[in-house]
């Protein structure tokens, strides 16, 4: 985007920032749960609750950088599966949403005559959301502890527990919920991994080209889809219910902000979010 056009921004939607005038920014194209990325690695590579296979089978990992590592495999899949959909429907966005209405405000689709979703903006990217990123945090570092520091549960034996959603394991579950690194507490362990994960989810999405002729833009926010994709995601290891919700935007998971309103944005600022050009956004 050419500077002049940069600066001319506008807030769209919720969060998400687009050059006025020029961009039509699609800012709601797909999104990414992230703790999806823990529920495929303990279940072969298969959904929960439908036993539907939408990630990688990874063997069980011997240590947690080989943990991070398969994490970070199943984000890739998820994501490259998010923007080739994307991908294969947007040459069609002109026939099943044509906007004459709105592309009469756009001086590049009057003097081209085309209309916006079928590429008449001057700018026409598209966006993947990456949901609740405290709740992956949290869910790593449970493992981190639980799997191989302590060794309280084999790889193996964690994944049967939490297919059963902790029944019979309520103990260990409250020691989840209240183990001491969790993101949103300005934690520098906690911190840390949250920003190498989000810059890897990042990586994945920024510049990558649509396919309307612009290029794709990464966000770190939920909205209320930490509701939805929670009712679709099982247990998680830091003792989060199945169905329960996951965490939103860029809040803690819920409860577990302990050490008030400072550290909290000492959490959030550790995130670089020149690396989410549409949007993020915690709610105070």
Partial sequence: IESRDARDYV???CYEPAVWGVELGCT???GVNLP???ELLFCDGCDAKS???CGLALPAPASFDEFLTAVKKQITHM??????YIRKIEPYYGEINPDPLLSCQYDNSVNTGVD???GGAKYNNSSLIFFSIASLVDACLAVKRFVYEEKIFTFDAFGRLLKADWQGYERERLMARRLPSKYGNGDTVADALAAELSAFCASLVNGKPNARGGVFKASLFSID???HNGERTMATPDGRH???PLSKNLCATVGMDRRGITALIRSVTAIDHASFPNGSVLDV
């Fill in 36 to 38: 999806k990325a823990v």
């Fill in 242 to 244: 199945a169905g329960d």
């Fill in 116 to 118: 916006l979703y079928d």
């Fill in 11 to 13: 807030p769209i939607g």
């Fill in 79 to 84: 994501t490259e599966a998010a923007m080739d």
């Fill in 225 to 227: 889809y930490c509701f």
């Fill in 28 to 30: 709601g194209n797909g």
């Fill in 51 to 53: 036993g539907k296979r």
